[in-house]
């Protein structure tokens, strides 16, 4: 009985656990005006800071827009991806350009 009880509450708790859900949820949509920001962390590279001052980290950000405090209008899917970096969520742009 003891060994039985011992079970359920084990695979209650994996179940619980697994409901959690990790940075792999299922990813969103941003669309926002920020600034691009180069860092130095893990090897550097160039983030997008939003006007609500939240941090993304493009993956395909093109080198016409590597300018530190570039001013820009962006859109894409967040891909819930880690890195070593960890300046902020991480983001695929589907658009992006300078304004004015």
């Known amino acids: 009985m003891r060994y ?3 079970l359920i509450l ?5 179940l619980a656990l697994a ?4 940075g792999d949820s299922a990813p969103g949509t941003v669309a ?3 600034t691009v920001r180069q860092f130095f962390v893990e090897g550097g590279g160039y ?3 939003d006007d609500a001052g939240k ?5 395909n950000l093109g080198p016409q827009f590597q300018q ?5 209008f962006f859109q894409g899917h967040l891909t819930g991806l880690s890195t070593a970096q960890q ?3 991480t983001i695929h742009l589907d658009e992006i350009h300078a304004l004015p």
Do not use: E, M
Request: charged residues 10%.
């Open 4 to 6: 039985a009880a011992g």
């Open 10 to 14: 084990c695979a209650v708790l994996c």
């Open 19 to 22: 409901g959690c859900g990790g």
């Open 32 to 34: 926002s005006a920020g």
């Open 47 to 49: 983030l997008l800071k």
């Open 55 to 59: 941090s993304y980290l493009p993956d």
């Open 68 to 72: 530190n405090g570039l001013r820009v």
């Open 87 to 89: 300046v902020g969520a």
